[in-house]
């Protein structure tokens, strides 16, 4: 995977215009920091057979991408000079990328998968474990770890033109993984789903391919037959009641009180939007819209 080529017994990186000689002492050195400085243990996700026992918890899903590798990326400033340090299974690979000169200062480590797509490679950022020296799993719940590598993505990375760059490089784009809101579970009808907790450092994986199934919220059978007769974007009045859990809330019918579904929620304002008008109260009555696309009731706005 790495770019490199041996020249007079020694490694050659290409980087930019210039070519460095990166030494074994200096490789030596970013093993050594890396190992010494920044310690951290994520174990293997766990298989999720108890769905309901989770119930209370407060997750984040994202699904599990295939054909992927699990890469460590270290950033790290040696000698007033900036490192991108790719780590696959302990192996410490040079590679071209653009951040900001304060990335670098005390090191920032990142996890995710490297992924080829339309022969290209790009990592998706899973999780953010040190940012500038300072440690943030399990200090800082993982939806604010994730706001700071929006913040780096948006405002810290630079994408630089892959028609400039030298064919021998080692390179790739970066991306944030997406993840999805925990009642978002049912809409989900294949993959693997992983399970992100906001405090925990373990995760847990669903395969839908196993035989399991769960019979609470809008996934349902006899939801699904009500799905069957209804149109895209038809509107309709729900007696909407909020839950313990974040971002579910419950429909019912308004005339029998019966339980219906559960609402769709698949962006930050209509998140914010329902948080303001429950914050006093339990029930409403709201006006939805039906979305084929995800196949549930979302909110009219």
């Not at 993505?153 to 997406?178: E, S, V």
């Amino acid at each position: 995977m790495a770019m490199m080529n041996n020249k007079n017994k020694k490694n050659i990186f290409l980087f930019g215009n210039l070519t460095y000689k990166i030494s074994k002492i200096l490789l030596n050195e970013c093993r050594q920091i890396f190992f010494e400085k920044f310690k951290f243990y994520l174990p293997e996700p766990v298989n999720l057979k108890k769905y309901h026992s989770f119930l209370n918890e407060k997750y984040l899903l994202r699904i599990k991408k295939k054909n992927t590798i699990l890469i460590i990326l270290f950033l790290i400033k040696i000698n007033q000079k900036n490192y991108n340090i790719c780590i696959i299974n302990k192996k410490f690979y040079f590679i071209h990328l653009l951040f900001d000169d304060k990335i670098y200062v005390n090191g920032t480590v990142f996890i995710g998968d490297l992924i080829e797509q339309n022969n290209n490679w790009f990592f998706f950022i899973n999780d953010l474990i040190y940012l500038n020296g300072n440690i943030l799993l399990k200090k800082k719940k993982f939806s604010k770890r994730l706001i700071l590598c929006h913040d780096i993505l948006r405002n810290k990375y630079k994408i630089k033109d892959k028609k400039n760059l030298n064919a021998n490089f080692l390179t790739f784009y970066i991306k944030l993984t997406g993840y999805f809101l925990f009642n978002h579970f049912d809409l989900i009808k294949k993959n693997t789903v992983l399970f992100k907790s906001e405090n925990d450092v373990i995760d847990f994986y669903y395969n839908h391919d196993d035989d399991f199934s769960y019979n609470g919220g809008g996934s349902n059978s006899n939801n699904n037959k009500k799905h069957l007769k209804i149109i895209n974007n038809q509107e309709k009045l729900f007696m909407v009641k909020k839950t313990q859990q974040t971002d579910v809330y419950l429909l019912y019918e308004i005339n029998s009180h019966e339980e219906f579904d559960i609402l769709g929620i698949f962006s930050k304002k209509q998140s914010n939007y329902l948080k303001h008008i429950f914050k006093k109260v339990n029930t409403q009555t709201l006006l939805c819209q039906y979305n084929n696309f995800f196949n549930c009731w979302i909110l009219k706005m």
